[in-house]
């Protein structure tokens, strides 16, 4: 039993986190910014932030990860980051030439209070941002919020590149949440189903879903590019997904560029994707196209075929909250029951809204989000009451393995199995990949365990 | 090509064979903005400290700091699992304002009593060397409360890169060292420094080195344990691995308890023997030399016949390495020549002067020697080299592979063993497997000509 020493008994614990279901700010911002077109994200912090997130993302992408660093030393602690910047952005410039270097702090460089416009307006004065190349920028401090908060700020720094020439473009800019690549690709299929022209932004399909080429490319082919960002401020509107990713950045644009906004949930599951949908359709002003009707006719289809299967499941989950709302909705829809969802993102709305969807089951939903939401106090929760699925990122599989329950990996990190960049858990077709991971979970289960007498070939 | 390389950083890499004399400049800070594949100080003490399975390791700083290091290698533990927890104070906005002293107090207090440790290392952030908590202060008061070691570690981030954090943990351990009783230990007695039982190696290691009669007192730190720690200096030799990790804690323990070290490495079948031979040399023992060789011939003969079947496909074919530390190149370039494999470039994080010097002179004319690579520079030289397998950490791996070539994990991510002589079999396998992979084949670098066509 490898989680050996977590007791099932539950004490209130006050100045303390283990087994975190979040991580810091810093590599959300760097997730984020990957999603720009030649973009090299940039760590203003020591060498070990970004060392950690490179890692990070690449044992969850399995794709080399490129991202520079201010290095900082005593010396840049004691009287600031700006001479380490100034120097980062001159040579990133110089030697890796990308298109846009998107700066990041970190917890030691904001609590020494460098002021990154400040520090990227000299630069681009004393000229070491070559003419037509940009800086963006977002404050991410690691000890407010979470990675999810780090990922929204840079996201709301792409939203102040945004430009109103006063002229609309025709154009919705979507944005999509902390996703996988293979996510926004499936959001790009559906819009242009639909016929909506979209700014997608981040957009990191192509980025870390790409192909062997034999070549190693410090910036692939994709993103969103600087021209789109700035042609943002003369969309009709922005759908943003999610509250907690996206919805900073897009009244941004409301308020700034007099973009009006709608902010929906991800689209994952049955009843969100038909509101996404839903959405673009009343934006594009037709009716939905047969082949998007048809894709949710065979996820209602498949629910049908095997709704016996998830009839009063219990699921515990961790994750972020966008993605766990949307997936508690989900599970609600088709008759499984959440009994237990933590996420390290700290949020009261959450867990109002957790409890507003689960408000028809006939037990209260254990559910927390704060600094003592965490794996250990999930694991101790599913001792108390026992589940018959986890769902939830990688770090999952210790409960998994000591309790002996199947989990399904959805979520960030992911860093011991592959699909998720390729295969998308949003949109219709996206709910069937869930459901046959979930069911194949649950299924496999059973057949390890009926007895022989009950082992059934057909299910 | 020669514009992938910082104009300042063109003295840190050194191509052998030519007829300038050897010099490479090393040991310094990297260049802002630079993609560096280096880490922090924290860094460099987490992954020394982290296998000491009964500790409690509590980090004291934001969350990331945590979560980053969670169980992301292998520190296999014969016994206690608390190290693969892990426990952070989650400084937040107020902690960073008013100080995070009675946070990480309060913490001790709750994990103290329930998981009832040996010993509790505090590791320092970057946040709490700016905020100013007083780690030494708090962890003193939290010894005296609950009668048990409360050790700070001074690894403050941004204090300097990998080889701090490796000192900061030296001195961390160095606590504890001496503070145990010494009885009943043997004269041929060793403690093993810098191996962290990646994937099972330090038990490879003791096994060989009970054979010849050599009984280990503490393992530094791979399968450790506080007790074994604190009676550390009551061995006769200390064994030093990874000389970048330990090397300190072998120096005070000179300095302090008198105890020689043997610098060692267990990677090859060389390297290990010769370690085996060393430590009966040290203790001037016939018996142990005598059952030193009895072992290197017994273990050379398990394994000798398959790795010739592989040397076979392997033969000329070219490899390249960037590792942490360059003590590992050493033994590595010497692998692969076991192998009848070339070096063509081989390269190091954190490598200094004398290790580079070393590095040069037992490679063959024509090797690259780099200190502190970008990825691109690596690209560079992997794809002009025309290299089948490379050798490096997490980082490393997606490069290698998007240009169509080998790759091995000898770093955190390894699954097999890769010390001893079996080690040097377990090796041996994955570089085959993976230089001889049929992948390759579909890859532009290697497509056959049949397969080119249906590319086109």
New interface residues.
Partial sequence: M????T?KEISE????????A??????GAMYAALGINGC?P?SH????????????L??HY?????????????G??VFGGQA??L??????FT??EPEVVAVHT???SE??GDDLPQIIDKATKEGKVPKGKHVLYANT????G?HVTGFSNMVKGMARVAESTGHKNGKVNIIPGWVEPADMEEIKRLAALIGVDIILFPDTSGILN?P???????FPEGGVTIAQLRSAGDSIGTLALGEWCSADAARFLDTNNKVPCRVLDIPIGLKATDRFVDALRIIAGVSVPEEVTHERGQLVDMISDMHQYFFQKKVALAGDPDQLIAMVEFLVSIDMWPVHVVT?TPGKAFVARIKELTADLPFEVNVKAD?QADM?LLHQWVKNEPVDLLLGNT?LK?ISRDEDIPMVRWGFPILDRVGHQYFPTVGYKGALRLLEKILSALLDRKDRDDPEQSFELVM | MSRLIFEERKDQFFETGGDKPFRISCDKQSLAGAVSQRACVFCGSRVVLYPIADALHLIHGPIGCASYTWDIRGALSSGPELHRYSFSTDLGETDVIFGGEGKLTRALDELIPRHQPKAAFVYSTCIVGLIGDDLQAVCKKATERHGIPVIPVMSEGFKGNKRAGYYAACKAMFQLVGTGATEGIPPMSVNLLGDFNLAGEIWIIREYLERMGVTVVANITGDGRVADLRRAHGAALNLVQCSGSTMELAKMMQGTYGTPFLRVSYLGADDMAQALYDVAEFFQSQTAMEKAQDLVREELAKIYPRLKRLRKDLEGKRAALYVGGAFKAFSLIKAFRLLGMKVMLAGSQTGTQEDYEELASICEPGTVIVDDANPLELMTYLIEKDVDVFVGGVKERPIAYKLGIGFCDHNHERKLALEGFVGMLNFAEEIHATAMSPVWRFTPRRALPELEEVAA
């Fill in positions: 490898l989680l050996r020493h007791p614990r006050h100045a303390l986190t283990i087994n975190p979040k991580t810091c700010q810093p590599i090299m940039h912090g020591s060498q070990g932030c970004c060392a950690y997130h490179r890692s990070a690449t044992r399995k794709e080399p990860i490129s991202a520079g660093t201010s290095s900082f030393t005593e840049a602690s380490n910047l120097q980062a952005i001159d040579n990133i030697i890796y970190t917890c030691l609590t020494i401090p690691s000890y407010v979470s790409g062997l080429s034999g070549e190693y490319k410090m390290g600094q250990f770090y210790y």
